[in-house]
């Protein structure tokens, strides 16, 4: 059976939540009810950032052949105010050995919106920072031939009753508007 790989951070592991409840299950379940023949991977680790998913990829791919890749990184990049460019190239690293390695996969990009606060960068220094931030995803998708989810936060973010008390994390209402963003555009690529 083809393996889709959701490769992220903690949105993606559903952090705080039973596994069962993170958008991939939620996609898997999807999966099912269409008769799709694809298994939904999980290798979401909370507190990953592009450059930590660009060191683990190599030992993902060896164990897990991915008839699908989401990249779903750059969230804890943002929240550590590292460089934009910097963010582009893993994640653009990421997307090529995927591809180097298995040429025939479909690739999907998940993008994001800077929404935290860098209390260290001050107001102007923050709106460029999210504006260039916000602007990294969608070439990134392009550029490499990938389906785009213009936003995995949509419906989510900013909403306290989508979120858990941390005000970051979607709890369970939330990974499951994740999982209808997503599937928005993966649903059709499957």
Known sequence: MPNILFFGDSLTAGYGLPAAASFPA???QKIDAAALPYKALNYGVS???SAGGRARLPAVLARQP???FVLALGANDGLRGIPVGETARNLQAILAAVWQQVPAARLVVAGLEFPFDLGALGGHRLAHYAAEFRA???PLAEQ???AFIPFLLHGVLGRRELNLADGVHPNAAGQRVLAENVWAVLGPLL
């Open 26 to 28: 939620l996609i898997q």
């Open 47 to 49: 507190g990953d950032t």
């Open 66 to 68: 991915a008839a699908v």
């Open 136 to 138: 990294l995803f969608r």
């Open 144 to 146: 490499s031939g990938a």
